[in-house]
């Protein structure tokens, strides 16, 4: 059926017409647009910071916690036994064929004793232990050098020791000199120390122990070549399965024999402080954001009003009900998102700044930041609403009357 004789149909708006509408309340206003976006800028700006800034310290605190080795197993024999249970010589590489583990290394107990000098009594051992290591140790406990440097393939096969922080303390190293390296007495020969290791917090036997390299403690100690000790990385989310099947990976005979470290309580506060998250600095934002939101609703009712011959001449131009509402929500949510956009860029200067500060790596959600441009739209749309169906509703001529 066509359209009555005369009757004509409302021009649709395109939609760069409805963002230039849009923007003109807020180009004709523009301290008030300001004042008003500045309520949404800091709802979002605060949204980025107390989610940003948590974030960085807890990924430093995640770096922290994972170079402490919170993914390491140590697996060893079942003490006082007889026979003594005795692990492959080759268990260390038996280890690295179970799919989640990245690394493994061994050491074993030469039983013989370290002294300053020849001419300490040979029964004064310090408490210390001389242990064969693998070449490769240190990379699997994440163990660090603080003076001189470690074994390697080359040296390994020579009179050369590198001393754990609380052995060196012991037997009176502070630091090690390469041009005049100091020397301890093993058994019943000298051996040159090559370095002094940093402290492992999860790995307190290392730090007193004076290590040797296995080729040398085959040869010069009477060492058997039985590892006692094998230290294990794995990923983190595959670990409890790792040490499930450890003991039947190094010895398929008697599983039962070997004990497996559990996993340390380092990694169940890793895994805790993944877990949580402040809900006050949430609620805060929270409250920032809708503080904002009810400064743009409060200005684009104010808009109504102060525009209404405005809005009344558009009517008698032909404008309809629909084009008014569009109008006036899109300026709301063009003047919420602005000020989001303005409060993320705020946020994350704000975060990389106190962060660097602090000397943690800047971290910043992604889903802070495009949830806090979402959530300007969404605070914009709801502010708009109101004002929207309020000016549609304003009649014609009533609008043209008011002075």
Do not use: C
């Not at 990924?59 to 080795?69: E, I, K, N, T, Y």
């Not at 303005?342 to 992604?366: C, D, E, K, N, R």
């Amino acid at each position: 059926m066509s359209a009555p004789l005369g009757a004509s149909r409302p021009t649709r708006l395109a939609p760069t017409d409805v963002l230039r509408l849009g923007l003109l309340g807020l180009t004709t206003r523009r301290m008030r647009a300001v004042l008003s976006a500045l309520g949404i800028s800091i709802g979002i700006a605060t949204l980025v910071v107390v989610v940003g800034i948590p974030a960085s310290s807890q990924r430093d605190l995640m770096d922290q916690l994972s170079a402490l080795g919170t993914n390491l197993l140590r697996a060893e024999p079942v003490p006082d036994q007889d026979p003594p249970v005795l692990l492959p010589a080759d268990a260390a590489a038996m280890a690295t064929r179970i799919g989640p583990v990245t690394a493994a290394s061994a050491v074993a107990n030469t039983h013989t004793a370290v002294r300053r000098n020849d001419l300490v009594d040979e029964y004064d051992t310090s408490g210390l232990s001389v242990l064969a290591a693998r070449p490769d140790l240190l990379e699997t406990v994440n163990g660090r050098v603080r003076s001189g440097r470690s074994l390697d393939a080359g040296t390994a096969r020579l009179p050369t020791a590198v001393l754990g922080y609380v052995a060196a303390s012991r037997l009176g190293f502070a630091v090690v000199d390469p041009s005049q390296p100091p020397q301890v007495f093993i058994g019943e020969r000298w051996f040159t120390v090559l370095g002094i290791l940093d402290p492992l917090p999860l790995s307190p036997d290392l730090d007193r122990s004076v290590l040797v390299g296995w080729d040398a403690a085959t040869a010069m100690l009477g060492f058997d070549g039985h590892p006692t000790v094998v230290y294990v990385r794995a990923r983190e989310d595959a670990l409890e399965d790792v040490r499930a099947v450890l003991p039947a990976t190094l010895n398929p005979q008697l599983p039962g024999l070997v004990q497996v470290s559990r996993p340390s309580d380092a990694l169940a506060a890793k895994r805790a402080t993944e877990n949580t998250f402040s809900a006050l600095f949430l609620g805060l934002a929270a409250v920032a954001l809708l503080v904002g939101g009810i400064g743009v609703a409060n200005t684009m009712v104010i808009s109504v009003l102060e525009r209404r011959r405005e809005i009344g001449l558009r009517r008698a131009l032909g404008a309809n009900r629909g084009q008014i509402r569009v109008q006036f929500l899109t300026e709301s949510v063009l003047l919420s998102v602005l000020g989001g956009a303005a409060g993320a860029a705020l946020g994350l200067l704000a975060t990389i700044g106190f962060a660097s500060y602090q000397g943690w790596p800047p971290t910043i959600p992604v889903t802070a930041v495009a949830g806090g441009i979402g959530g300007a739209l969404l605070v914009g749309m709801v502010a708009g609403v109101y004002p929207s169906i309020r000016a549609a509703r304003l009649p014609p001529t009533e609008a043209l009357s008011t002075p």
